[in-house]
Protein backbone atom coordinates (compact mmCIF):
# COMPACT_ATOMS: atom_id res chain seq x y z
CA UNK A 1 0.00 0.00 0.00
CA UNK A 2 1.33 3.82 -0.55
CA UNK A 3 2.51 4.26 2.84
CA UNK A 4 5.19 1.07 2.63
CA UNK A 5 6.65 1.84 -0.11
CA UNK A 6 8.85 5.02 -0.56
CA UNK A 7 11.71 2.76 0.63
CA UNK A 8 14.49 5.56 -0.52
CA UNK A 9 14.75 8.98 -1.41
CA UNK A 10 15.70 9.52 -5.31
CA UNK A 11 17.06 13.06 -4.96
CA UNK A 12 17.52 12.71 -9.04
CA UNK A 13 14.31 13.65 -9.10
CA UNK A 14 14.62 17.20 -8.09
CA UNK A 15 15.58 18.87 -11.06
CA UNK A 16 12.22 19.76 -12.24
CA UNK A 17 11.99 22.90 -14.12
CA UNK A 18 12.35 25.42 -11.99
CA UNK A 19 10.62 22.97 -9.41
CA UNK A 20 11.34 20.31 -6.90
CA UNK A 21 10.03 16.59 -6.76
CA UNK A 22 8.87 14.61 -4.14
CA UNK A 23 9.67 10.85 -3.77
CA UNK A 24 7.66 8.61 -5.94
CA UNK A 25 4.70 6.53 -3.93
CA UNK A 26 4.31 9.70 -1.42
CA UNK A 27 1.06 9.61 -0.06
CA UNK A 28 -0.82 12.67 -0.98
CA UNK A 29 -3.77 13.39 1.42
CA UNK A 30 -6.57 15.45 3.57
CA UNK A 31 -7.65 15.21 7.11
CA UNK A 32 -10.69 15.84 8.83
CA UNK A 33 -12.33 14.50 12.04
CA UNK A 34 -15.83 13.24 13.06
CA UNK A 35 -17.32 15.44 15.27
CA UNK A 36 -15.93 18.66 12.94
CA UNK A 37 -17.73 17.43 9.77
CA UNK A 38 -20.09 14.35 10.45
CA UNK A 39 -23.60 16.29 11.95
CA UNK A 40 -26.26 13.61 12.10
CA UNK A 41 -25.42 13.44 16.50
CA UNK A 42 -28.25 11.52 16.91
CA UNK A 43 -28.67 9.46 13.95
CA UNK A 44 -27.62 5.47 13.39
CA UNK A 45 -27.38 4.95 17.22
CA UNK A 46 -24.95 7.51 18.26
CA UNK A 47 -24.80 9.08 22.10
CA UNK A 48 -23.34 11.93 23.20
CA UNK A 49 -19.76 12.93 23.35
CA UNK A 50 -18.10 15.86 25.71
CA UNK A 51 -17.99 18.07 22.66
CA UNK A 52 -22.25 17.46 22.49
CA UNK A 53 -22.17 18.50 26.29
CA UNK A 54 -19.32 20.99 25.72
CA UNK A 55 -20.69 23.01 22.74
CA UNK A 56 -24.13 22.99 24.06
CA UNK A 57 -23.01 24.48 27.02
CA UNK A 58 -23.84 28.77 26.51
CA UNK A 59 -20.40 30.47 26.65
CA UNK A 60 -17.89 27.73 25.28
CA UNK A 61 -18.38 27.75 21.66
CA UNK A 62 -18.02 30.75 19.29
CA UNK A 63 -21.48 31.90 18.36
CA UNK A 64 -22.72 28.97 20.01
CA UNK A 65 -22.41 27.30 17.31
CA UNK A 66 -22.22 22.95 18.12
CA UNK A 67 -21.65 20.35 15.44
CA UNK A 68 -25.23 18.87 15.49
CA UNK A 69 -25.16 19.75 11.48
CA UNK A 70 -21.91 20.30 11.20
CA UNK A 71 -21.36 20.15 7.30
CA UNK A 72 -23.55 17.13 7.26
CA UNK A 73 -21.05 14.70 6.06
CA UNK A 74 -22.85 11.43 7.22
CA UNK A 75 -25.22 12.61 4.81
CA UNK A 76 -23.06 13.66 1.74
CA UNK A 77 -19.95 11.46 2.48
CA UNK A 78 -20.62 10.07 -1.21
CA UNK A 79 -20.26 13.70 -2.50
CA UNK A 80 -17.25 14.52 -0.08
CA UNK A 81 -15.54 11.07 -1.58
CA UNK A 82 -15.85 12.10 -5.04
CA UNK A 83 -14.40 15.81 -4.69
CA UNK A 84 -11.23 13.64 -3.35
CA UNK A 85 -11.73 11.78 -6.33
CA UNK A 86 -11.93 14.82 -8.56
CA UNK A 87 -8.60 15.98 -7.02
CA UNK A 88 -6.90 12.95 -7.25
CA UNK A 89 -5.82 11.93 -3.82
CA UNK A 90 -4.50 8.75 -2.78
CA UNK A 91 -4.99 8.54 0.34
CA UNK A 92 -7.49 10.31 3.51
CA UNK A 93 -7.00 10.93 7.21
CA UNK A 94 -10.83 10.34 8.61
CA UNK A 95 -12.07 9.63 12.44
CA UNK A 96 -14.42 7.59 14.14
CA UNK A 97 -16.72 8.70 16.50
CA UNK A 98 -15.70 6.56 19.39
CA UNK A 99 -19.98 7.05 20.71
CA UNK A 100 -21.67 5.71 17.12
CA UNK A 101 -19.46 2.54 17.65
CA UNK A 102 -20.04 1.76 21.53
CA UNK A 103 -23.04 4.18 22.29
CA UNK A 104 -23.77 2.85 25.77
CA UNK A 105 -20.19 2.44 26.95
CA UNK A 106 -19.29 2.62 30.91
CA UNK A 107 -16.48 2.29 32.73
CA UNK A 108 -16.23 -1.25 33.52
CA UNK A 109 -18.15 -2.18 30.30
CA UNK A 110 -17.44 -1.93 26.41
CA UNK A 111 -21.81 -2.54 25.96
CA UNK A 112 -22.77 -3.97 22.95
CA UNK A 113 -21.18 -2.65 19.16
CA UNK A 114 -23.75 -0.48 17.50
CA UNK A 115 -23.49 -2.48 14.04
CA UNK A 116 -25.53 0.99 12.52
CA UNK A 117 -22.61 2.83 13.82
CA UNK A 118 -19.95 0.38 11.90
CA UNK A 119 -22.33 0.34 8.97
CA UNK A 120 -21.52 4.18 8.55
CA UNK A 121 -17.77 3.80 8.30
CA UNK A 122 -17.63 0.69 6.44
CA UNK A 123 -20.04 2.29 3.17
CA UNK A 124 -17.30 5.56 3.55
CA UNK A 125 -14.17 3.18 3.94
CA UNK A 126 -15.86 0.95 0.67
CA UNK A 127 -16.42 4.13 -1.21
CA UNK A 128 -13.05 5.48 -0.56
CA UNK A 129 -11.29 1.95 -1.95
CA UNK A 130 -13.53 2.37 -5.02
CA UNK A 131 -12.57 6.14 -5.69
CA UNK A 132 -8.98 4.59 -5.17
CA UNK A 133 -8.23 6.25 -2.07
CA UNK A 134 -6.41 4.58 0.72
CA UNK A 135 -8.07 5.16 4.30
CA UNK A 136 -6.02 6.28 7.44
CA UNK A 137 -8.11 5.75 10.47
CA UNK A 138 -7.80 7.92 13.99
CA UNK A 139 -9.96 6.24 16.27
CA UNK A 140 -9.85 8.84 18.63
CA UNK A 141 -10.11 12.72 17.62
CA UNK A 142 -11.60 14.21 20.94
CA UNK A 143 -15.03 12.66 20.74
CA UNK A 144 -14.87 10.55 24.10
CA UNK A 145 -18.43 9.08 25.21
CA UNK A 146 -19.90 11.39 27.79
CA UNK A 147 -20.67 8.93 30.13
CA UNK A 148 -16.90 8.22 30.37
CA UNK A 149 -15.94 11.57 31.24
CA UNK A 150 -19.42 11.53 33.75
CA UNK A 151 -17.06 8.36 35.57
CA UNK A 152 -14.42 10.62 35.32
CA UNK A 153 -12.89 10.49 31.83
CA UNK A 154 -9.50 10.76 30.83
CA UNK A 155 -8.22 10.80 34.43
CA UNK A 156 -9.62 7.70 35.32
CA UNK A 157 -7.62 4.13 33.80
CA UNK A 158 -10.70 2.41 32.92
CA UNK A 159 -11.26 4.76 30.30
CA UNK A 160 -8.22 3.80 28.28
CA UNK A 161 -8.76 0.05 28.73
CA UNK A 162 -12.32 0.85 27.54
CA UNK A 163 -10.11 2.61 24.41
CA UNK A 164 -8.57 -0.27 23.76
CA UNK A 165 -11.50 -2.70 23.30
CA UNK A 166 -13.28 -0.25 20.86
CA UNK A 167 -10.15 0.13 18.85
CA UNK A 168 -9.95 -3.52 18.14
CA UNK A 169 -13.38 -3.40 17.62
CA UNK A 170 -13.29 -0.60 15.28
CA UNK A 171 -9.67 -2.54 13.52
CA UNK A 172 -11.53 -6.20 13.29
CA UNK A 173 -14.33 -4.17 11.61
CA UNK A 174 -12.44 -1.91 8.58
CA UNK A 175 -9.36 -4.01 8.04
CA UNK A 176 -7.62 -5.30 5.48
CA UNK A 177 -9.44 -2.44 3.50
CA UNK A 178 -8.50 -0.13 6.38
CA UNK A 179 -4.91 -0.59 7.13
CA UNK A 180 -3.15 2.10 8.99
CA UNK A 181 -5.19 2.85 12.56
CA UNK A 182 -4.10 6.00 14.14
CA UNK A 183 -4.71 5.48 17.71
CA UNK A 184 -4.79 9.25 19.56
CA UNK A 185 -5.04 12.48 17.90
CA UNK A 186 -2.78 15.64 19.76
CA UNK A 187 -3.74 14.40 23.05
CA UNK A 188 -1.03 17.68 23.84
CA UNK A 189 -4.58 18.98 23.63
CA UNK A 190 -7.19 16.47 24.94
CA UNK A 191 -5.30 16.92 28.15
CA UNK A 192 -3.80 20.24 28.75
CA UNK A 193 -6.93 22.07 26.83
CA UNK A 194 -9.57 19.68 28.08
CA UNK A 195 -8.41 19.71 31.65
CA UNK A 196 -5.96 22.44 32.44
CA UNK A 197 -7.16 25.64 30.45
CA UNK A 198 -10.52 24.23 29.62
CA UNK A 199 -11.21 25.72 26.80
CA UNK A 200 -11.96 22.14 25.35
CA UNK A 201 -14.56 19.88 26.31
CA UNK A 202 -14.43 18.29 29.25
CA UNK A 203 -13.59 21.79 29.93
CA UNK A 204 -12.34 21.49 33.55
CA UNK A 205 -9.46 23.40 34.72
CA UNK A 206 -7.66 21.34 37.20
CA UNK A 207 -3.35 21.03 36.71
CA UNK A 208 -3.45 17.37 38.39
CA UNK A 209 -6.34 16.10 36.01
CA UNK A 210 -4.20 17.25 33.18
CA UNK A 211 -1.24 15.37 34.12
CA UNK A 212 -3.33 12.11 35.10
CA UNK A 213 -4.87 12.59 31.59
CA UNK A 214 -1.63 12.50 29.91
CA UNK A 215 -0.45 9.67 31.10
CA UNK A 216 -3.71 7.79 30.73
CA UNK A 217 -3.83 9.05 27.08
CA UNK A 218 -0.24 7.64 26.80
CA UNK A 219 -1.39 4.18 28.42
CA UNK A 220 -4.51 4.48 25.64
CA UNK A 221 -2.20 4.56 22.96
CA UNK A 222 0.05 1.42 24.53
CA UNK A 223 -3.16 -0.19 25.19
CA UNK A 224 -4.66 0.23 22.46
CA UNK A 225 -1.85 -0.36 20.03
CA UNK A 226 -1.36 -4.37 21.45
CA UNK A 227 -4.95 -4.78 21.11
CA UNK A 228 -4.82 -3.21 17.48
CA UNK A 229 -2.01 -5.79 16.61
CA UNK A 230 -3.72 -8.66 18.17
CA UNK A 231 -6.74 -8.05 16.12
CA UNK A 232 -4.70 -7.70 12.92
CA UNK A 233 -1.53 -8.60 12.83
CA UNK A 234 -1.11 -6.86 9.39
CA UNK A 235 -2.36 -3.45 10.64
CA UNK A 236 0.25 0.00 10.70
CA UNK A 237 -0.50 1.48 13.86
CA UNK A 238 0.28 5.28 14.25
CA UNK A 239 -0.13 7.80 17.02
CA UNK A 240 -0.90 11.39 15.77
CA UNK A 241 0.92 14.66 17.73
CA UNK A 242 0.77 18.10 17.64
CA UNK A 243 4.59 18.44 18.37
CA UNK A 244 6.31 22.08 18.74
CA UNK A 245 9.50 23.41 17.25
CA UNK A 246 10.16 25.57 20.65
CA UNK A 247 12.85 28.08 20.30
CA UNK A 248 13.10 31.76 21.70
CA UNK A 249 13.41 34.74 19.52
CA UNK A 250 16.96 35.10 19.78
CA UNK A 251 18.49 32.08 21.06
CA UNK A 252 19.86 33.58 24.23
CA UNK A 253 21.34 30.63 26.78
CA UNK A 254 19.10 32.89 29.13
CA UNK A 255 16.00 31.52 27.70
CA UNK A 256 17.34 28.08 27.42
CA UNK A 257 15.39 26.75 30.63
CA UNK A 258 11.68 28.07 29.39
CA UNK A 259 12.50 26.31 25.81
CA UNK A 260 13.56 23.20 27.85
CA UNK A 261 10.33 23.55 29.72
CA UNK A 262 8.08 23.48 26.88
CA UNK A 263 9.59 21.19 25.14
CA UNK A 264 9.00 18.71 28.04
CA UNK A 265 5.40 19.58 28.57
CA UNK A 266 4.78 19.50 25.03
CA UNK A 267 6.49 17.05 23.17
CA UNK A 268 8.96 15.33 25.41
CA UNK A 269 6.06 13.63 28.34
CA UNK A 270 4.47 12.00 24.81
CA UNK A 271 7.59 11.21 23.10
CA UNK A 272 9.80 9.35 25.44
CA UNK A 273 7.26 7.03 27.52
CA UNK A 274 5.75 5.90 23.99
CA UNK A 275 9.36 5.33 22.08
CA UNK A 276 11.82 4.92 25.01
CA UNK A 277 9.59 3.61 27.69
CA UNK A 278 9.93 6.38 30.95
CA UNK A 279 8.67 9.55 31.66
CA UNK A 280 11.14 12.85 31.15
CA UNK A 281 12.79 13.79 34.91
CA UNK A 282 12.84 17.25 34.08
CA UNK A 283 8.99 17.40 33.88
CA UNK A 284 8.22 15.38 36.64
CA UNK A 285 10.65 17.67 38.58
CA UNK A 286 8.31 20.78 37.23
CA UNK A 287 5.42 19.46 37.89
CA UNK A 288 6.25 17.52 41.33
CA UNK A 289 4.35 20.81 42.90
CA UNK A 290 0.95 20.11 41.30
CA UNK A 291 1.05 16.09 41.14
CA UNK A 292 3.30 13.28 42.23
CA UNK A 293 2.61 11.22 39.43
CA UNK A 294 1.43 8.07 41.27
CA UNK A 295 -1.06 7.31 38.76
CA UNK A 296 1.64 6.22 37.41
CA UNK A 297 1.51 2.24 38.05
CA UNK A 298 4.01 -0.48 38.29
CA UNK A 299 4.66 -1.78 34.87
CA UNK A 300 2.60 0.87 33.16
CA UNK A 301 5.12 2.26 30.95
CA UNK A 302 6.16 -1.35 29.42
CA UNK A 303 2.17 -0.89 28.64
CA UNK A 304 2.92 2.83 27.36
CA UNK A 305 6.08 1.58 25.16
CA UNK A 306 4.51 0.88 22.23
CA UNK A 307 6.42 1.89 19.31
CA UNK A 308 4.18 3.29 16.33
CA UNK A 309 4.72 2.36 12.86
CA UNK A 310 3.84 5.27 11.85
CA UNK A 311 4.50 8.91 13.76
CA UNK A 312 1.93 11.85 12.66
CA UNK A 313 2.96 14.87 12.97
CA UNK A 314 0.82 17.54 13.22
CA UNK A 315 2.44 21.35 12.23
CA UNK A 316 1.19 25.18 12.00
CA UNK A 317 3.17 27.25 13.81
CA UNK A 318 5.81 27.83 15.83
CA UNK A 319 6.43 28.24 19.52
CA UNK A 320 8.45 30.67 20.45
CA UNK A 321 8.97 31.19 24.03
CA UNK A 322 11.06 33.55 26.47
CA UNK A 323 12.11 33.47 30.47
CA UNK A 324 10.06 36.14 31.65
CA UNK A 325 11.38 38.76 34.04
CA UNK A 326 8.57 39.46 36.01
CA UNK A 327 8.52 42.80 36.08
CA UNK A 328 6.19 43.56 33.29
CA UNK A 329 3.10 42.05 32.23
CA UNK A 330 3.50 38.13 31.29
CA UNK A 331 3.18 37.63 27.40
CA UNK A 332 0.91 34.49 26.50
CA UNK A 333 0.57 34.47 22.69
CA UNK A 334 0.76 30.83 23.07
CA UNK A 335 -2.46 30.04 20.07
CA UNK A 336 -4.79 28.10 22.24
CA UNK A 337 -6.90 31.44 23.30
CA UNK A 338 -7.18 33.27 26.40
CA UNK A 339 -8.18 31.99 29.19
CA UNK A 340 -7.89 32.36 33.51
CA UNK A 341 -6.09 29.06 33.14
CA UNK A 342 -3.13 28.06 31.74
CA UNK A 343 -2.56 24.70 29.87
CA UNK A 344 1.10 25.44 30.88
CA UNK A 345 1.72 23.36 33.91
CA UNK A 346 4.88 24.20 35.72
CA UNK A 347 6.36 26.52 33.13
CA UNK A 348 5.48 29.90 35.46
CA UNK A 349 8.83 31.29 34.39
CA UNK A 350 7.89 31.68 30.39
CA UNK A 351 6.45 33.43 28.19
CA UNK A 352 5.19 33.49 25.29
CA UNK A 353 5.74 36.85 22.99
CA UNK A 354 3.79 38.02 19.92
CA UNK A 355 5.50 37.23 16.98
CA UNK A 356 5.85 39.76 13.94
CA UNK A 357 5.41 38.76 10.47
CA UNK A 358 2.36 36.92 8.79
CA UNK A 359 -0.58 35.27 10.70
CA UNK A 360 -3.16 33.33 9.96
CA UNK A 361 -6.64 34.06 10.75
CA UNK A 362 -6.12 31.70 14.39
CA UNK A 363 -3.82 34.66 15.43
CA UNK A 364 -1.01 32.04 14.40
CA UNK A 365 2.78 32.89 12.84
CA UNK A 366 3.82 31.60 9.70
CA UNK A 367 6.80 30.25 9.77
CA UNK A 368 7.55 26.63 7.60
CA UNK A 369 11.07 26.23 9.17
CA UNK A 370 9.05 24.37 12.16
CA UNK A 371 8.10 21.93 10.15
CA UNK A 372 11.71 21.23 8.38
CA UNK A 373 13.13 21.18 12.42
CA UNK A 374 10.64 19.00 14.07
CA UNK A 375 10.50 15.87 10.92
CA UNK A 376 14.75 16.45 10.76
CA UNK A 377 15.07 16.21 15.09
CA UNK A 378 12.20 13.03 15.25
CA UNK A 379 14.81 11.25 12.27
CA UNK A 380 17.93 12.31 14.18
CA UNK A 381 16.31 11.66 18.31
CA UNK A 382 14.08 8.32 16.67
CA UNK A 383 15.80 6.95 13.46
CA UNK A 384 13.71 4.27 12.30
CA UNK A 385 10.61 5.43 12.74
CA UNK A 386 8.48 6.14 9.62
CA UNK A 387 6.77 9.69 9.89
CA UNK A 388 3.81 11.36 8.09
CA UNK A 389 2.73 14.88 8.20
CA UNK A 390 -0.80 14.01 9.50
CA UNK A 391 -2.05 17.53 9.19
CA UNK A 392 -0.73 20.82 8.17
CA UNK A 393 -3.09 23.78 6.78
CA UNK A 394 -4.47 27.14 7.91
CA UNK A 395 -7.63 29.02 8.29
CA UNK A 396 -8.02 32.45 6.49
CA UNK A 397 -11.61 34.25 6.36
CA UNK A 398 -12.07 32.76 2.74
CA UNK A 399 -15.15 34.68 1.04
CA UNK A 400 -16.43 33.49 -2.43
CA UNK A 401 -15.98 36.26 -4.86
CA UNK A 402 -18.56 37.54 -8.06
CA UNK A 403 -17.06 34.87 -9.82
CA UNK A 404 -18.55 32.09 -8.01
CA UNK A 405 -14.78 31.23 -6.82
CA UNK A 406 -12.87 31.60 -3.64
CA UNK A 407 -9.17 33.17 -4.31
CA UNK A 408 -7.18 31.76 -1.44
CA UNK A 409 -3.95 32.45 -2.33
CA UNK A 410 -2.94 33.19 1.54
CA UNK A 411 -3.73 29.36 1.67
CA UNK A 412 -1.86 28.80 -1.56
CA UNK A 413 1.28 30.50 -0.21
CA UNK A 414 1.03 29.01 3.11
CA UNK A 415 0.67 25.38 1.62
CA UNK A 416 3.69 25.89 -1.24
CA UNK A 417 6.17 27.06 1.63
CA UNK A 418 5.19 24.10 4.04
CA UNK A 419 5.39 21.70 1.42
CA UNK A 420 9.03 23.08 0.18
CA UNK A 421 9.68 22.32 4.43
CA UNK A 422 8.75 19.19 4.57
CA UNK A 423 10.93 18.12 1.34
CA UNK A 424 13.46 19.90 2.79
CA UNK A 425 13.59 17.20 5.55
CA UNK A 426 13.03 14.50 2.88
CA UNK A 427 15.97 15.76 1.33
CA UNK A 428 18.36 15.14 4.17
CA UNK A 429 17.21 11.93 4.88
CA UNK A 430 13.84 12.36 6.93
CA UNK A 431 11.69 8.75 6.60
CA UNK A 432 8.77 11.07 5.61
CA UNK A 433 5.89 9.23 3.71
CA UNK A 434 2.47 11.29 2.98
CA UNK A 435 1.23 14.46 3.58
CA UNK A 436 -2.43 15.29 5.01
CA UNK A 437 -3.44 18.63 4.28
CA UNK A 438 -5.94 20.29 7.24
CA UNK A 439 -8.40 20.67 6.02
CA UNK A 440 -10.62 19.11 3.07
CA UNK A 441 -13.79 20.92 4.15
CA UNK A 442 -14.27 24.15 6.13
CA UNK A 443 -15.67 22.73 9.12
CA UNK A 444 -16.89 22.54 13.42
CA UNK A 445 -13.10 24.62 14.50
CA UNK A 446 -13.63 23.81 18.41
CA UNK A 447 -14.07 26.24 20.42
CA UNK A 448 -14.20 28.69 17.18
CA UNK A 449 -17.29 26.81 16.14
CA UNK A 450 -17.27 28.02 12.40
CA UNK A 451 -16.03 31.28 12.03
CA UNK A 452 -12.35 29.93 11.03
CA UNK A 453 -12.23 27.99 7.66
CA UNK A 454 -9.38 25.89 7.26
CA UNK A 455 -11.29 23.52 4.22
CA UNK A 456 -9.78 23.79 0.56
CA UNK A 457 -13.68 23.39 0.26
CA UNK A 458 -15.26 26.28 1.15
CA UNK A 459 -19.22 25.44 3.13
CA UNK A 460 -21.99 27.40 2.16
CA UNK A 461 -23.39 27.13 6.37
CA UNK A 462 -26.95 28.02 4.78
CA UNK A 463 -26.77 25.43 2.01
CA UNK A 464 -24.51 23.22 2.92
CA UNK A 465 -22.98 23.30 -1.10
CA UNK A 466 -19.26 22.75 -1.46
CA UNK A 467 -17.04 25.28 -3.77
CA UNK A 468 -13.62 23.96 -4.13
CA UNK A 469 -11.14 27.28 -3.31
CA UNK A 470 -8.28 28.15 -5.45
CA UNK A 471 -6.09 25.85 -3.13
CA UNK A 472 -7.88 22.63 -3.99
CA UNK A 473 -7.18 23.51 -7.17
CA UNK A 474 -3.39 24.17 -6.45
CA UNK A 475 -3.12 21.00 -4.64
CA UNK A 476 -4.91 18.70 -6.86
CA UNK A 477 -2.21 20.42 -10.04
CA UNK A 478 0.58 18.99 -7.13
CA UNK A 479 -0.73 15.79 -6.20
CA UNK A 480 -1.67 15.15 -10.30
CA UNK A 481 2.45 15.86 -11.32
CA UNK A 482 3.37 13.51 -8.71
CA UNK A 483 4.48 15.80 -6.19
CA UNK A 484 5.66 18.40 -8.30
CA UNK A 485 6.18 21.10 -6.83
CA UNK A 486 5.86 24.65 -8.73
CA UNK A 487 8.81 27.11 -7.85
CA UNK A 488 5.98 29.94 -7.66
CA UNK A 489 2.41 30.19 -6.65
C1 LIG B 1 -6.19 20.22 16.05
C2 LIG B 1 -7.01 19.18 15.43
C3 LIG B 1 -7.86 19.67 14.30
C4 LIG B 1 -8.00 21.16 14.19
C5 LIG B 1 -6.87 21.76 13.43
C6 LIG B 1 -6.93 23.27 13.34
O1 LIG B 1 -5.01 20.28 15.80
O2 LIG B 1 -6.70 21.05 16.78
O3 LIG B 1 -6.39 18.00 15.11
O4 LIG B 1 -9.05 19.06 14.61
O5 LIG B 1 -9.19 21.50 13.61
O6 LIG B 1 -5.66 21.44 14.04
O7 LIG B 1 -6.89 23.84 14.59
Same mark, same amino acid.
Given at each position: ?36 ? +? ?88 ? *?? @???? +? ?8 ? *? ?8 ? /???? !???? !? ?20 ? *?? #?? /??? @? ?13 ? #? ?70 ? !? ?9 ? #? ?11 ? #? ?111 ? *? ?10 ? +? ?16 ? +? ?44
Amino acid at each position: MVFTSVDAVDTQQQDEPGGRRFPANFAWGSATAAYQI +EGAVAEGGRTPSIWDTFSHTPGKVAGGDTGDVAVDHFHRFREDVAIMRELGLTTYRMSVAWPRITPDVGPDDLGPVNQQGLAFYRALVDE *LV @AAGI +EPAVTLYHWD *LPQALEDAGG /WTDR !RTAQ !RFAEYAAVVATALAPDVQTFIT *LN #EP /WCS @AYLGYASGVHAPGRQ #EPASALSAVHHLNLAHGLASSAIRAAVPTARVGLTLNLAWVHSPAGETADDDAVRRVDGLQNRVFLDPVLNG !RYPADVLADTS #EVTDWSFVLDGDL #ELVHQVPDVLGVNYYSPTVVRQWDGDRPRETADGHGDTSATPWIGCDGVEFPEQPGRHTDMGWPIDPRGLTELLLRLHREHPGVDLMVTENGAAFPDVVAADGQVHDQDRVDY *LRDHLGAVLDAI +EVGAPVRGYFLWSLLDNF +EWSFGYSKRFGIVHIDYDTLVRTLKDSAHWYSAVVKAGGALPADG
